[in-house]
């Protein structure tokens, strides 16, 4: 019996920049219509304009971390300029920055979230490593003859 083999060209490489700016803003990294969720930080299945399969990614637990590293930054910076200015209560650090920090996290998670999914998407990570359906220049496999 003899098998018949495929070969793959080295398939073209994405787009990063657009795949993550498409997916911050919460659109699919492939095509850019569809959206990447179907609720706050749930990522679809499947885009709803193209089909590419979105249920490969590895978020996990990176999106928050960077997310309060990010906002860490811009809050104590602020909590330090407002102690160095006004010198207020500490009842008044707590209303002013918990809720400023609450509300700049849950603001900034679903997209730093997109942009992961969008960079895994991009460099192919995690099984998005398929055939790139919105590549007409990527070419299909041909099976090589087999050896006589």
Known sequence: MVEEATTFSEPTARDVTLAVRRATFGKCPACGNGKLYRKYLKVADNCSACGEELHHHRA????PYFTILIAGHFIVAGVMMVEERFQPDYW???AIW?????G????MLPRVKGALVGLQWALRMHGFGGRDIHD???PTPEPIAPAQ
């Open 60 to 63: 996990d637990d990176a999106p």
């Open 92 to 94: 008044i650090h707590l």
């Open 98 to 102: 918990l809720p400023l920090t609450m």
């Open 104 to 107: 700049l996290c849950l603001w």
């Open 136 to 138: 007409p220049a990527e």
